[in-house]
């Protein structure tokens, strides 16, 4: 009787061991939608952080699958690995939907600081020349000329990329153009002061 299990048996353990497999597709699968989602320039651009998380889920994958490899071959289980293979391929694939939603963001954004920092060049242009009248006053006038002629030429810079689709670089350039405008207005404002207060 005892003798009559043991096929059973047997084939209880090869069926286990068989079993006890990677599940090969899914990790492939997994691994070239992260590589995709790597190369896709938007990806990188808009939403690095979305790959990061997708790429460790990969590290992770790779980690359990060593972990599962180095057990006998009757005690591995790859769940955890399947499992992880399904949260880095979709992890992969909302980089993308990230990516895109990002872009658009960061186009609006662009669009918006360029036509705010161009309507503000005029304003700094009547500061400047306000501050011309005042007695006394000590400023580099040709310098602050200079910066606003930059500030344009920076400007329709930032336009043509976003018009050309790189938006994060037209918004950089939009963002440095701003924060160059307001540091010279703030020296312009604090030189009238200390100027009529002598």
């Known amino acids: 009787m005892r003798f009559a299990?043991?096929?059973l048996m047997l084939a209880s353990i090869l069926l286990a061991v068989s079993c006890a497999k990677p599940p090969q597709a899914e990790i492939d699968a997994a691994?070239?939608?992260v590589t995709a989602a790597a190369k896709n320039a938007d990806v990188v651009t808009y939403a690095p952080d979305?790959?990061?998380?997708?790429?460790?889920?990969?590290?992770?994958?790779?980690?359990?699958i060593g972990a599962q490899g180095r057990r006998a071959a009757i005690?591995?289980?790859?769940?955890t690995a399947q499992r992880l293979a399904a949260d880095a391929a979709a992890g992969a694939a909302r980089t993308v939907a990230?990516?895109?939603?990002?872009?658009?963001?960061?186009?609006?954004?662009a669009a918006a600081l360029i036509e705010k920092v161009g309507a503000s060049i005029p304003s700094f242009e009547s500061k400047v020349w306000a501050a011309r009248r005042v007695r006394g006053i000590r400023l580099d006038f040709a310098g602050l000329g200079?910066?606003?002629?930059?500030?344009r030429a920076a400007l329709a810079d930032?336009?043509?990329?976003?018009?050309?689709?790189?938006?994060?670089?037209a918004k950089a350039k939009a963002t440095a153009v701003e924060d160059r405008l307001a540091e010279a207005e703030e020296n312009v404002t604090a030189?009238?002061?200390?100027?009529?207060?002598?």
């Open 146 to 151: 200079r910066a606003a002629v930059e500030a």
């Open 98 to 109: 990230d990516a895109g939603a990002a872009k658009e963001q960061v186009a609006k954004e």
């Open 191 to 198: 030189q009238i002061r200390v100027t009529r207060g002598r």
């Open 5 to 7: 299990r043991l096929p």
């Open 75 to 79: 005690s591995r289980k790859y769940e």
């Open 31 to 33: 691994k070239a939608a």
């Open 158 to 169: 930032a336009l043509k990329d976003l018009v050309a689709g790189a938006f994060a670089a």
């Open 50 to 64: 979305s790959l990061r998380v997708a790429q460790e889920k990969i590290a992770a994958l790779d980690e359990e």
